[in-house]
Every structure is written in structure tokens, then in C-alpha cells.
Nanobody, 125 residues
Framework: QVQLVESGGGLVQAGGSLRLSCAAS????????MGWFRQAPGQEREFVAV????????YYADSVRGRYTISRDNGKNTVYLQMNSLKPEDTAVYYC??????????????????WGQGTQVTVSS
């Protein structure tokens, strides 16, 4: 059983930056592909980014590509999401998630086995 705990959310002005962290415990972190999702009020949870177990492969949603960077430190059992040039439409609860070593349907939330509790990101205009 893997436990995931996100941190780093907060309130930031448009154009600003935040870095989210997700600390994992209870499993072998390097066995898992790690993803970030977000959910805005009244909307469905949407895919943001995913990173392979080694960190060598990443994918991004079109809406964040070029502004967000996902990375991981397997020695620290942590995955990060660096968010730059933030926009008000980036406001959401951000969740990290873990799944086994396959990228099949990497943007589908139902493919992920473990989830954190989420961290709120609010971008003011």
C-alpha cells in the first residue's frame, strides 16, 4: 500500500510560480509511474503530467506544456511539479497519483492505483 502526501499549494498571482511536492511511503517508489491531476470546482478531474519510473519519459497536457515541469527524486521518494507562468484557469486542487510501470492510457485517472489527498492551488488575476 502506497501513501501519497502532497504539499506546496497556495495562493499566487497570475504569472507567478509554485512547486508542488508529493512524498510517497509504504512501497518501492521507483516501481511506480507518477502522475499529477487537477480538479477545479464543478469540473472533472483532469490529467496534468506524468513521469516514468526512471524520470526519463514525461508527458504533459496541452494546457500546461511549456509552463509545467514534472520531475522525481527516487532517493527521496518524491515527485515534483514545477508550475510557472500560472494563470487563473490553473486554479484547482492538485493530486498526485501512482500506478504500475505502464504508460497505457496515462491520462486516464482510473488507471492509477494510489492517490494523495490533494493540495489547493489558487491563482489570482
Amino acid at each position: 500500500q502506497v501513501q501519497l502526501v502532497e504539499s506546496g499549494g497556495g495562493l499566487v498571482q497570475a504569472g507567478g510560480s509554485l512547486r508542488l511536492s508529493c512524498a510517497a511511503s509504504g512501497g518501492t517508489f521507483s516501481n511506480y509511474i507518477m502522475g499529477w491531476f487537477r480538479q477545479a470546482p464543478g469540473q472533472e478531474r483532469e490529467f496534468v503530467a506524468v513521469i516514468s519510473w526512471s524520470g526519463g519519459t514525461t508527458y504533459y497536457a496541452d494546457s500546461v506544456r511549456g509552463r509545467y515541469t514534472i520531475s522525481r527524486d527516487n532517493g527521496k521518494n518524491t515527485v515534483y511539479l514545477q508550475m510557472n507562468s500560472l494563470k487563473p484557469e490553473d486554479t484547482a486542487v492538485y493530486y498526485c497519483a501512482a500506478r504500475g510501470r505502464t504508460f497505457v492510457d496515462y491520462s486516464a485517472s482510473e488507471r492509477y492505483d494510489y492517490w494523495g489527498q490533494g493540495t489547493q492551488v489558487t491563482v489570482s488575476s
